[in-house]
């Protein structure tokens, strides 16, 4: 997907330099053209002549080296690629960005380029944190740079905490979004995901298990088909993908208002658990025991059906896709629930606790469409999401 495409890799000084290795290879691996700069603290952590060999081009270093104007002038270096990418980006590195320094190479090309940056921040947890690098952070953000990561986890330095730099796949993915390569290359697909919290107090509320896993995998693979993703989640167990619009939401009200806004779409999937019932006398202040034994009486109202109401309303994207969470009758209850539901696809799962389906990483679906029951072996749900996704490309791209 990504082959053919120029990527200008500046590599920041840091430990994590080292994994920006295995990203030129990967990269080239796929067919993409790299072509790397060092940072002067970058040569403390690998070498010229290593970086030079995965990559198969010439390590540009210096903004004074002659040699290097004659053959390509900075400017020049700076738009010849499709993307350019910074991995790792050190806090120096992204102070020099927000405030528009250009005293070095890496930092003039970040300055003269036209094209999209990416960064890939790593560095210790209490400079990530530091209210100078958030700052820093907001205008990059501002200004569309793309940030991928940084991760939490163990640091070279010794301490835990957001830091570390992304794996390498992470930021393959996120190149890949942010060059929208792919079947789904200017299309936009909506997804829902995640459950619902209905309020009862403000401290309280009516949820459900669903942990967002499918959804978000399933944002995640659209993504990486080239589509622009949003992403309407509830508040799920699972971090949101990069690289997607992401709208978070709690209320199934909210998600409608959400779906609405985000219309139109050239094809939309419901894969949120969305309450069905909504508390109609929610107190407006924490409710309290009166001493009197007595328990408050609840009373609910129907939610809006959110995939019912986008399926046979005005801006009904070409390819809607529902999900029918089962316990008994799959087929035949998923069956009528399209039908009910006016969408294209339904993707039935049984959710029965016996299966580990709901909140695990494995889903066992059937497709149901016009053409009948498709049934898919026991997968990971990345996997179920790769092909569904896939099959998404093909019906509307196709
Ligand atoms: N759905 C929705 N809005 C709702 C309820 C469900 O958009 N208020 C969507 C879900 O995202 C899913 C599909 O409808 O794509 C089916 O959800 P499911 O919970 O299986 O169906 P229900 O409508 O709740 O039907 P039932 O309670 O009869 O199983």
Same mark, same amino acid.
């Given at each position: 997907?990504?082959?053919?495409?120029?990527?200008?890799?500046?590599?920041?000084?840091?430990?994590?330099?080292?994994?920006?290795?295995?990203?030129?290879?990967?990269?080239?691996?796929?067919?993409?053209?790299?072509?790397?700069?060092?940072?002067?603290?970058?040569?403390?952590?690998?070498?010229?002549?290593?970086?030079?060999?995965?990559?198969?081009?010439?390590?540009?270093?210096?903004?004074?080296?002659?040699?290097?104007?004659?053959?390509?002038?900075?400017?020049?270096?700076?738009?010849?690629?499709?993307?350019?990418?910074?991995?790792?980006?050190?806090?120096?590195?992204?102070?020099?960005?927000?405030? %528009?320094?250009?005293?070095?190479?890496?930092?003039?090309?970040?300055?003269?380029?036209?094209?999209?940056?990416?960064?890939?921040?790593?560095?210790?947890?209490?400079?990530?944190?530091?209210?100078?690098?958030?700052?820093?952070?907001?205008?990059?953000?501002?200004?569309?740079?793309?940030?991928?990561?940084?991760?939490?986890?163990?640091?070279?330095?010794?301490?835990?905490?957001? %830091?570390?730099?992304?794996?390498?796949?992470?930021?393959?993915?996120?190149?890949?979004?942010?060059?929208?390569?792919?079947?789904?290359?200017?299309?936009?697909?909506?997804?829902?995901?995640?459950?619902?919290?209905?309020?009862?107090?403000?401290?309280?509320?009516?949820?459900?298990?669903?942990?967002?896993?499918?959804?978000?995998?399933?944002?995640?693979?659209?993504?990486?088909?080239?589509?622009?993703?949003?992403?309407?989640? %509830?508040?799920?167990?699972?971090?949101?993908?990069?690289?997607?619009?992401?709208?978070?939401?709690?209320?199934?009200?909210?998600?409608?208002?959400?779906?609405?806004?985000?219309?139109?779409?050239?094809?939309?999937?419901?894969?949120?658990?969305?309450?069905?019932?909504?508390?109609?006398?929610?107190?407006?202040?924490?409710?309290?025991?009166?001493?009197?034994?007595?328990?408050?009486?609840?009373?609910?109202?129907?939610?809006?059906?959110?995939?019912?109401?986008?399926?046979? %309303?005005?801006?009904?994207?070409?390819?809607?896709?529902?999900?029918?969470?089962?316990?008994?009758?799959?087929?035949?209850?998923?069956?009528?629930?399209?039908?009910?539901?006016?969408?294209?696809?339904?993707?039935?799962?049984?959710?029965?606790?016996?299966?580990?389906?709901?909140?695990?990483?494995?889903?066992?679906?059937?497709?149901?469409?016009?053409?009948?029951?498709?049934?898919?072996?026991?997968?990971?749900?990345?996997?179920?999401?790769?092909?569904?996704?896939?099959?998404?490309?093909?019906?509307?791209?196709?």
């Amino acid at each position: 997907m990504l082959a053919g495409k120029r990527i200008l890799l500046i590599i920041g000084g840091g430990i994590a330099a080292f994994k920006s290795l295995d990203l030129i290879r990967r990269l080239r691996d796929q067919g993409v053209k790299v072509t790397p700069v060092l940072t002067k603290a970058a040569e403390e952590f690998v070498t010229p002549l290593s970086t030079s060999a995965l990559a198969a081009e010439k390590v540009y270093r210096d903004l004074f080296d002659l040699t290097d104007e004659a053959e390509m002038g900075h400017i020049e270096l700076s738009r010849a690629a499709d993307l350019v990418v910074v991995a790792p980006t050190t806090a120096d590195l992204m102070a020099k960005m927000a405030h %528009g320094h250009a005293n070095d190479l890496a930092s003039t090309l970040l300055m003269a380029t036209d094209k999209r940056v990416l960064i890939a921040p790593a560095m210790n947890v209490r400079m990530w944190e530091h209210p100078a690098t958030q700052r820093n952070l907001a205008i990059l953000t501002g200004d569309d740079v793309l940030v991928v990561g940084p991760d939490e986890g163990n640091m070279a330095c010794g301490e835990y905490g957001p %830091g570390r730099m992304a794996e390498v796949p992470d930021i393959i993915a996120a190149i890949g979004a942010a060059l929208g390569e792919g079947p789904l290359k200017r299309r936009h697909v909506l997804v829902t995901s995640g459950p619902t919290h209905e309020p009862i107090d403000p401290v309280r509320y009516i949820a459900n298990r669903s942990s967002g896993a499918q959804g978000t995998a399933l944002a995640a693979a659209l993504r990486d088909l080239g589509a622009r993703v949003t992403f309407v989640t %509830g508040p799920a167990d699972v971090r949101p993908p990069i690289g997607v619009e992401i709208v978070a939401i709690e209320t199934a009200a909210q998600m409608l208002d959400a779906v609405e806004a985000a219309l139109p779409a050239d094809a939309a999937v419901f894969a949120a658990a969305v309450a069905d019932w909504r508390v109609e006398n929610a107190s407006e202040s924490k409710m309290k025991k009166d001493g009197s034994g007595q328990a408050p009486a609840l009373s609910f109202a129907e939610n809006p059906d959110i995939l019912a109401t986008i399926s046979k %309303g005005q801006s009904r994207p070409g390819l809607v896709v529902g999900f029918a969470a089962e316990t008994d009758d799959v087929v035949a209850n998923a069956t009528a629930k399209r039908a009910r539901k006016g969408c294209d696809w339904i993707v039935a799962n049984d959710v029965s606790p016996e299966t580990g389906i709901m909140g695990g990483d494995e889903n066992r679906i059937v497709l149901i469409s016009q053409d009948g029951a498709e049934d898919w072996p026991r997968l990971p749900k990345d996997e179920v999401a790769r092909r569904l996704a896939q099959r998404i490309a093909d019906a509307v791209a196709g």
